[in-house]
């Protein structure tokens, strides 16, 4: 795991809010009530507007830092590497023991971008 910088001097913008892993599905179309369908592909992101805000921010060479709550489970785990991977510092995250994070499923409908969370 890569290591935050060293302390908050320097940050430039602070971000404070929701951290979440989105799963996006890409479908042909919605599907209707009671059907089945299938994926046409399947990825997953860290989102959250926060989060994401201070990500973008980072890529364009802002120092920014992350304030929000994630469990101490595979999906905090992902969120809290992936801000530091994106060189957001987020020592203020705050892991709950026991706490699950938040996730999501959205159908993205290909052609149109249409999505449903």
């Known amino acids: ?9 320097g940050i430039e913008v602070i971000g404070l809010g929701q951290a979440c892993v989105d799963y ?5 179309s919605y599907p209707g009530e009671d059907s089945k369908m299938e994926l046409e592909g399947l990825f997953s992101t860290v989102g959250g507007p926060a989060a994401v805000a201070m990500m973008a921010l ?3 060479g802002v120092r920014t830092a992350f304030i929000g709550s994630i469990g101490d ?9 992936t801000l530091l991977r994106e060189k957001v510092f987020a ?3 705050k892991e709950t ?3 699950a994070s ?16």
Request: charged share 20%.
């Open 91 to 93: 020592a203020d995250v």
């Open 102 to 117: 938040q996730f999501a499923f959205i159908a993205v409908t290909r052609g149109i971008a249409a999505r449903t969370i």
């Open 58 to 60: 980072s890529r364009l």
């Open 24 to 28: 996006r599905g890409i479908v042909p």
């Open 73 to 81: 489970d595979p999906f905090g785990k992902t969120i809290k590497e």
């Open 97 to 99: 023991r026991g706490a």
């Open 1 to 9: 795991m890569l290591a935050p910088p060293a302390s908050h001097n």
